[in-house]
């Protein structure tokens, strides 16, 4: 999802109310650096806030997740384009998460493949250390690939302040994790905590 043009948004209609990003972060609930992360793009507003926020700023939620006015002549199909906008892009975070766990099972068969040969079959050692090694590059290449096709899809959300983040790398791969959460430091407060794994940015 877009949050460049609801951050704009925001900005454009707490201004003429002549509300610092402190006094609407304030109203909130929140910190102002969450504010000024929403207005750069950086963040959007957890779903808890959409209705607070909405309400401080005189507009509509689909106002926000189109980052426009609407007209009420329009107000209906917009509505209708940005649930669409929002399927797709859990639709699509699905997809890359079913494809990280083909490549995994994909790979795994040959690896385990050669493998067990190497156990089963009379051969040099040499032979034998080389069918292991290629195996477990294998499995570790897999490993791998699924990773960076997971970590794209979708986003973490930390649980303290509700921003939404896509972690480094390295961060995605060391977190300890269940099937649903990973432990990270949230880019945006800083806690390090068990975030949970959403569809949608």
């Known amino acids: 999802m877009d949050q460049i043009k609801p951050g704009r948004f925001i900005a454009q209609e707490r201004k003429p109310k002549n509300y610092p990003q402190r006094q609407l972060a304030d109203r909130l609930g929140i910190s102002d650096k969450t504010v000024s992360k929403w207005e750069r793009g950086n963040g959007f507003p957890d779903v808890s806030l959409l209705l607070p926020l909405c309400g401080e700023l005189g507009i509509t939620v689909n106002e926000l997740l189109a980052g426009e006015r609407v007209a009420k002549e329009d107000y209906k199909m917009k509505a209708e384009e940005t649930m669409v906008n929002l399927v797709k892009e859990a639709q699509e975070s699905k997809k890359k998460i079913v494809l990280a766990a083909v490549v995994v099972l ?14 089963t079959l009379q051969m040099e050692s040499w032979l034998r250390a080389l069918l292991i090694c290629m195996g477990v590059v294998v499995i570790f290449a897999a490993v791998l690939v699924a990773c960076v096709i997971d970590r794209d899809a979708g986003a973490f959300q930390c649980p303290v302040c509700h921003e939404r983040f896509v972690p480094t790398m390295g961060a995605y791969i060391m977190g300890p994790h269940t099937i649903l959460r990973r432990r990270l430091k949230c880019p945006h407060c800083g806690a390090v905590k068990y975030c949970r794994k959403v569809l949608t940015k």
């Open 106 to 119: 994909i790979a795994l068969l040959p690896a385990l493949t050669l493998i067990i040969l190497s156990g």
